[in-house]
Nanobody, 124 residues
């Protein structure tokens, strides 16, 4: 059974860093594009970043460019989202998702498999 599990969330002060992990089971993650999405309280879920199966042409939302970095470790079947210089507006539940097409686009409809999310809270 295809499953994605997010981890690494928590409470951090503004300016701090977190590294989120998205670990896959039941399938080989390197064959898929992986996206990170987030949903803040009272807001719609939005795309944050994605990495295609080829590892080229990663994408980032404008709000996180220069602060977040997506990467993958195929040996661990895991994709990471390193988040630096966190801001209170980054507070949200973060989800990872897999797209069998292998293409990196920040459109939720492209991604067919989703994890349950990990909470990130940025507050002093």
């Amino acid at each position: 059974q295809l499953q994605l599990v997010e981890s690494g969330g928590g409470l951090v002060q503004p300016g701090g860093s977190l590294r989120l992990s998205c670990t896959a089971s039941g399938f080989t993650l390197e064959n898929y594009a992986i996206g990170w999405f987030r949903q803040a309280p009272g807001k719609e879920r939005e795309g944050v970043s994605c990495i295609p199966n080829s590892d080229d042409n990663t994408a980032y939302a404008d709000s996180v460019k220069g602060r977040f970095t997506i990467s993958r470790d195929n040996a661990k079947n895991t994709v990471y989202l390193l988040m630096n210089n966190l801001k209170p507006d980054d507070t949200a539940i973060y989800y990872c998702a897999a797209a069998r097409s292998g293409l990196c686009v920040l459109w939720q409809t492209v991604f067919g498999s989703w994890g349950r999310g990990t909470q990130v809270a940025v507050s002093s």
